[in-house]
């Protein structure tokens, strides 16, 4: 059966794309809506270029928070496209609470640091400037706080050689690309539970 997934996005959208490009090519049974915050997001351009459709929050106010009229209107995408899973792509805004707690699993994110360390968004430069060798990305459930939701993937990536910060983004962001992609494939192919803070796939 054809699951039905929303990506979330503010900007770029390379994660976006890569997981577009990706299901099509490897013709995974998902269909994609894409929804942005941001008008001129230039991710929406490439979601429209594939064909993909696409929705805009409107009115958005500055910030990380989603005014009650734009967290309705996502509980109105999610319920009438039917979706599965909302994979957040970048996406700067914070999802509030009731939204989590009325869509069980449905919200995930990807942060480009191995959390729990390197929480926020200058995960990279904070990783980079902290001298660490290996960061990496997380594909986690989204829950109430910033990053912190239960961990369903990890990626490390070795920044010792990066001369600068731009360079370990890089690298990073290679890894998301690949990572995301895995995620997405684990929880449409396989059942799982959610033990405390740990999710366990097999059941
Ligand atoms: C990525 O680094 C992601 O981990 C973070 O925001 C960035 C979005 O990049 N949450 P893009 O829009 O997917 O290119």
């Known amino acids: 059966m054809v699951k039905k997934i929303a990506i979330f996005i503010s900007g770029r959208g390379s994660n976006m794309e890569s997981l577009l490009k990706k299901s099509l090519s490897d013709n995974l049974p998902v269909q994609f809506i894409v929804v942005s915050d941001n008008p001129k997001a230039n991710g929406l351009k490439i979601a429209e270029n594939i064909g993909v459709k696409t929705i805009v929050l409107e009115n958005c106010s ?5 005014t009650d009229e734009n967290s309705e209107k996502i509980e109105q995408i999610i319920k009438e496209h039917n979706i599965s899973l909302v994979l957040l ?4 805004r914070i999802i509030p609470k009731q939204l989590i707690e009325k869509f069980p ?3 995930v994110n990807i942060h480009p640091s191995l959390l729990p360390s390197f929480k926020g968004k200058n995960a990279q430069r904070d990783a980079f400037e902290y001298g ?3 960061s990496g990305c997380t594909v986690h459930f989204v829950d109430s706080g910033v990053d912190t939701g239960p961990i369903i ?4 990536v070795d920044i010792s050689s990066c001369i600068n910060i731009e360079e370990a983004k890089n690298e990073i962001l290679k890894a998301e690309h690949e990572l995301y992609y895995e995620a997405l494939k684990l929880l449409l192919s396989s059942k799982y539970t959610i033990i405390g ?4 796939f097999g059941f």
Not at 89 to 92: S, V
């Open 153 to 156: 993937m990890q990626k490390g």
């Open 89 to 92: 792509a970048g996406f700067m």
């Open 105 to 107: 699993s449905t919200f």
């Open 132 to 134: 660490v060798k290996i």
């Open 62 to 66: 500055d910030g990380w928070k989603l």
């Open 197 to 200: 803070r740990r999710v366990i």
